[in-house]
C-alpha cells in the first residue's frame, strides 16, 4: 500500500498569512493527488485534483503543487472560513490511501 | 445540484449485519464510479470500498473483504454497502462519494453527509 505523510499535523496562523500543508507518497503516484477540506461536523469537499487543478466553486486562494513523490496545499490570505482540517489523498493505486490529516485554527 | 444522501446507520452488535445506502440525485447516476469511505470518530479517512458505473467492478481494502459487499441498483440510482460479521473497528460515519471521471484514476468530486455505524455490545 501506498503511505501518504502528511505535515504538520496541526497548524495555527493569523488572518491573512500564507500556510503551506505537506503530503509525501511512499512512492511515485504521478500528480494522482487530490487535497479535501472538511470543516467541523461536514463531510469532505474537493480542493485539489491532480496536484494542481482547481475544484470548481473553490477559492482562488488556493493551490497545489508538487510532483513525484512530495506535494503541497497552499493557503494564501488566511480567511476565518479556512478553519478546517485538511486531507491528500492518492488515487494512483489501489487501495486508495489518505495523509492522515492537518488541523489548521486561527490564531 | 448533486446530492447523496446516505441512511441506515446506527447502533449494531459485534458480528451482527448492517445495510447502508446512498440515494444519489442531480446527476446521471449510471455514468458514474461510486465508493464508500469512512471515518473512525476524531480519525482520518480511509478508502472502504469502490463500483464501476456498471457494477461489473468491485474493489475493496483488504480489511473489509470478504465481510462487505458494494453494489448499486442504477434504475433507483441507489449505491448500498451490506456490511457483515461487523467488529468494533468498524465503527465510523461511512460516506458515499463519486467519482470525477471514468479514469482509474480519479478523485471524488461529490461526498454524502455520512451515516454514523457504531459496532458495540
Known amino acids: 500500500d501506498i503511505q501518504m505523510t502528511q505535515s504538520p499535523a496541526s497548524l495555527s496562523a493569523s488572518l491573512g498569512e500564507t500556510v503551506t500543508i505537506e503530503c509525501r507518497a511512499s512512492?511515485?503516484?504521478?500528480?494522482?493527488l487530490a487535497w479535501y477540506q472538511q470543516k467541523p461536523g461536514n463531510s469532505p469537499q474537493l480542493l485539489i485534483y491532480d496536484a494542481n487543478s482547481l475544484a470548481d466553486g473553490v477559492p482562488s486562494r488556493f493551490s497545489g503543487s508538487g510532483s513525484g513523490t512530495q506535494y503541497s496545499l497552499k493557503i494564501n490570505s488566511l480567511q476565518s472560513e479556512d478553519v478546517a482540517s485538511y486531507f491528500c489523498?492518492?488515487?494512483?493505486?489501489?487501495?486508495?490511501?489518505f495523509g492522515s490529516g492537518t488541523k489548521l485554527e486561527i490564531k | 445540484e448533486v446530492q447523496l444522501v446516505e441512511s441506515g446507520g446506527g447502533l449494531v452488535q459485534p458480528g451482527r449485519s448492517m445495510k447502508l445506502s446512498c440515494a444519489a440525485s442531480g446527476f446521471t447516476f449510471n455514468n458514474y464510479d461510486m465508493a464508500w469511505v469512512c471515518q473512525a470518530p476524531k480519525k482520518g479517512l480511509e478508502w472502504v470500498a469502490t463500483?464501476?458505473?456498471?457494477?461489473?467492478?468491485?474493489y475493496y481494502r483488504d480489511s473489509v473483504k470478504g465481510r462487505f459487499t458494494i453494489s448499486r441498483d442504477n434504475a433507483k440510482s441507489t449505491l448500498y454497502l451490506q456490511m457483515d460479521s461487523l467488529r468494533s473497528e468498524d465503527t465510523a460515519t461511512y460516506y458515499c462519494?463519486?467519482?470525477?471521471?471514468?479514469?482509474?484514476?480519479?478523485?471524488?468530486?461529490?461526498w454524502g453527509q455520512g451515516v454514523m455505524v457504531t459496532v458495540s455490545s
Open positions: 463500483i464501476s458505473y456498471d457494477g461489473s467492478s468491485t
Open positions: 512512492e511515485d503516484i504521478y500528480s494522482n
Open positions: 462519494a463519486r467519482r470525477a471521471t471514468g479514469f482509474i484514476t480519479t478523485e471524488f468530486d461529490y
Open positions: 489523498q492518492q488515487y494512483n493505486n489501489y487501495p486508495f490511501t
